[in-house]
């Protein structure tokens, strides 16, 4: 159910993660061939591969979806757009978040800082371009978040807190690849893809 302006309506129908399917497999079999055919696939490429996926599908599911979609000319129309609780810019409400909401937030991209490195090590393993890929991301999801919801296909908010456990979940991630690639000296290749 979607709040505006004090009012529930409920949407007509609901578009769940599945439909990111229709990209991702593709995708996926397009690189796990491109690489058959250049002669680079072993075990744990193709280990990392499916993890990535795996992840990304994880993330559109718990940031996007699901989407909901109202009939031309439902009632929550009546109110025009934007009219629901938009964005939260109050730093200090990270305080009455609950743990499970901070564990969430934090662990949300923090599994992107270390697959990015490993699986582009070229692009990601140094921290300026990887930490800029995750400001990027957190900030996209926010962002397009917020317009989902200003057109009543999400009930979600741009969160300035959520922002902030994303980027420091993210830098997280990132110390632990440094850790890890320092412990276990794998080469720079090992899970690289492209």
């Keep these: 159910n979607m709040m505006i302006n004090g009012h529930g309506f409920g949407p007509d129908y609901l578009i769940d993660a599945g439909v990111t399917l229709i990209i991702l497999i593709p995708l996926f079999f397009y690189i796990l061939i491109r690489q058959f055919f250049n002669g680079h696939v072993t075990i744990v490429k193709v280990s990392g591969l499916i993890a ?4 990304v599908y994880a993330l559109l599911s718990v940031t996007f979806f699901p989407i909901m979609v109202f009939k031309w000319g439902a009632k929550a129309y009546q ?11 109050n730093v200090l409400e990270l305080f009455q978040y609950a743990p499970s909401q901070i564990i969430g937030n934090l662990a949300l991209l923090l599994p992107l800082s270390i697959l ?30 917020l317009l989902m919801s200003f057109f009543y296909l999400g009930n979600r908010t741009f969160d300035v807190n959520d922002l902030i456990l ?16 320092s412990i276990f000296k794998l080469s720079p290749d090992v899970f690289q893809i492209l």
Excluded: D, H, M
Aim: no cysteine; aromatic share 22%; proline share 3%.
């Design 52 to 55: 990535f996926f795996l992840y």
């Design 116 to 145: 990015v490195a490993y699986l582009w090590p070229n692009q990601f393993s140094q921290a300026r371009p990887n930490i800029i890929l995750g400001g990027l991301t957190t900030l996209g999801i926010e962002t397009l978040q």
């Design 79 to 89: 109110y025009g757009f934007g009219k629901q609780y938009l964005a939260n810019f």
């Design 166 to 181: 994303n980027i420091v979940g993210y830098l997280i991630g990132f110390g632990l690849y440094k850790i890890s690639k």
